[in-house]
Nanobody, 123 residues
Framework: QVRLVESGGGVVQAGGSLRLSCAVS???????MGWFRQAPGKEREFVAV????????YYTDSVKGRFTLSRDNAKNTVYLQMNSLKFEDTAVYYC?????????????????WGQGTQVTVSS
């Protein structure tokens, strides 16, 4: 059974940084890890994805140049480094595990989800 546990959320001022972590257990057959976020009153949206095998990453346009997704295969953990945070980055952030050969960027492409961690950016 695949289990994902996020950590690292919190409150930060605009312009600040946070690093989210997602520890994965039972990930033997997972191929990628993604992050999504959901702001109050909005639908959950894709943020970034990374492939376990080679570390290839893909980001949504709004976070390019500010967020960096990395992985530590030995620790079965992925990290989302978020810099230059903006008020509009405020959301619950979810990590998710994909099991397909292609690199997913939609919710349907991910089979397992974490419980979410709150990120609040104060202006």
């Amino acid at each position: 059974q695949v289990r994902l546990v996020e950590s690292g959320g919190g409150v930060v001022q605009a312009g600040g940084s946070l690093r989210l972590s997602c520890a994965v257990s039972g990930r033997t057959f997972t191929t990628s890890m993604g992050w999504f976020r959901q702001a109050p009153g909005k639908e959950r949206e894709f943020v970034a994805v990374i492939r376990w095998s080679d570390g290839y990453t893909y980001y949504t346009d709004s976070v390019k140049g500010r967020f960096t997704l990395s992985r530590d295969n030995a620790k079965n953990t992925v990290y989302l480094q978020m810099n230059s945070l903006k008020f509009e980055d405020t959301a619950v952030y979810y990590c998710a595990a994909g099991i397909t050969n292609h690199l997913p960027t939609t919710e349907l492409g991910f089979a397992y989800w974490g419980q979410g961690t709150q990120v609040t950016v104060s202006s």
